[in-house]
């Protein structure tokens, strides 16, 4: 089984953390409640995959691209290069109002050509999707989370790697069962304050087909001018 590394082994600890990388044909799911560190977390991944010249397709609810540049250099992560070159394609899905929101980003858009696909946000896009969003409370959710899961099984099975960030408050846990049921790797972050720092750590609730022996938990900060830093590991 190949696996794709996230790169910067001189820089930091997060490649070794995780194995040596995410296996080909793997969904991998952050989930986390806001301030936990799903979207540094993915943007590392992002960052580090390009530097292994893996091509990477971004769709993200946070941020126009202009933002997303400034953020990703502020924890020196300069992704300018890779957009210019192609290497690193970034598409902004506002979810400022409900309206089609699954359907391009599970069609044939130009994030799919990449050999990895990362979605930031993708609770709030189903939230505010105007066919899933109606679901949800109803106790069809689950049956619409696998239609959508169902989606990515022609990615993944031609090898690519598809990271989702979910935070649990924007669906429901009927919704949520299917994707975490269906993830590959499934890293559960928190936070809490330790004296006057806030430490952010991320469960490894499973890794399937690891490369390398895996952290159990992965303690770590985010720094500005450093992005993320591995604190402590925890090997089973």
């Known amino acids: 089984m190949n696996h794709l590394s996230v790169g910067l082994r001189d820089r930091d600890r997060v490649d070794n953390a995780i194995g040596g990388g995410f296996p080909e044909g793997s969904l991998v799911l952050l989930e986390g409640d806001t301030g936990t560190g799903k979207s540094v977390l993915a943007s ?30 502020s924890l020196s992560y300069d992704v300018v290069d890779h957009l210019l070159g192609g290497l690193l394609t970034y598409f902004h899905a506002p979810t400022d109002r409900e309206r089609d929101l699954l359907g391009p980003l599970l069609g044939h858009g130009a994030h799919w050509s990449a050999r990895a696909v990362v979605v930031d946000g993708f609770g709030a896009l189903c939230r505010n999707d105007a066919a899933f969003r109606p679901t949800l409370g109803t106790g069809d959710e689950d049956r619409a989370a696998e239609r959508v899961v169902g989606r990515l099984e022609q990615a993944l099975a ?79």
């Open 44 to 73: 590392r991944f992002v960052y580090g995959l390009c530097t292994e010249s893996t091509a990477v397709g971004v769709v993200s609810t946070e941020a126009p691209a202009r933002e997303y540049v400034r953020q990703m250099h």
């Open 158 to 236: 031609a090898g690519k790697v598809v990271v989702l960030t979910v935070d649990p408050s924007t669906l429901t846990e009927r919704a949520l069962r299917p994707v975490r049921s269906a993830a590959d790797v499934y890293l559960e972050l928190e936070s809490s304050v330790v004296g006057q720092e806030i430490q952010k750590q991320a469960l490894v609730r499973r890794f399937a087909g690891m490369n390398r022996p895996v952290d159990d938990t992965i303690s770590f900060s985010v720094q500005q001018g450093r992005g993320v830093v591995i604190e402590s590991r925890t090997v089973a």
